[in-house]
């Protein structure tokens, strides 16, 4: 059975964001963009979980938070607080969210989340055992998701957290051409304010790492868009 996740998010661009990247997973994805309206359909419909902002118009997410717990409803909420927001992450908590991501953020990073919360919950159907509990084999590398884990040859390759989402996403998207925005938006949240050479920075570094490998994956650059990982030839084959 499809997980139904709610996201009440009022910040156009990171609804979007989410709503695109959640539905790419499986999931089926409601967004709300007023408090008032998503506490509603919050307490009328059955969801696996939410995703609440704490700044929303019309009624903010603690007080969201505080309806639904009063109501019975337990379903499991990530809430997403501002930067340096120890308060309010203190808030959130004491109210009954179960997870909370900091501004700005990650997809990948909340997609991980979204998954560790279902399955400590007891609301993971087994949907997800395929890109967090086993390995994703490309060519000679194994790679563990929910360990952040990358096998070549027998050996572990040491990537920092930004290197291993992006190969992440590319692996999981072979031979399909991903832009930079799209990159920059997944790994390092929508409103990251460091330039698109972050991205280049860090596939340059990751060919390098990935490079010892007989049948290792290709990152192949797209001039002018972005990148397109290439599976691995098979040894003997001409095509």
Known sequence: MTQKVLVIEDEPTLARLLSYNLSQEGYDTTVIDHGAEGLQVALQRSFDLIILDIMLPGMNGFEILSRLRQNGNRTPVIVLTARN???EVVQGLKRGADDYMTKPFGVAELLARVSAVLRRTGQDDG???E???KVITAGDLSIYPERYEVILNGETVPLRPK???VLLYLVQRPGMVITRDDLMNV???FDY???QRTVDVHVSSLRKKLELGQQSV??????GVGYKLVMPKKLGSSK
């Open 218 to 223: 290709e990152i192949e650059s797209i001039r």
């Open 187 to 189: 790994v390092w949240g």
């Open 131 to 133: 890109t967090t509990d």
């Open 193 to 195: 304010i460091g330039g």
């Open 127 to 129: 949907k997800l055992t």
């Open 85 to 87: 927001a120890e308060e």
């Open 163 to 165: 290197e291993f989402e």
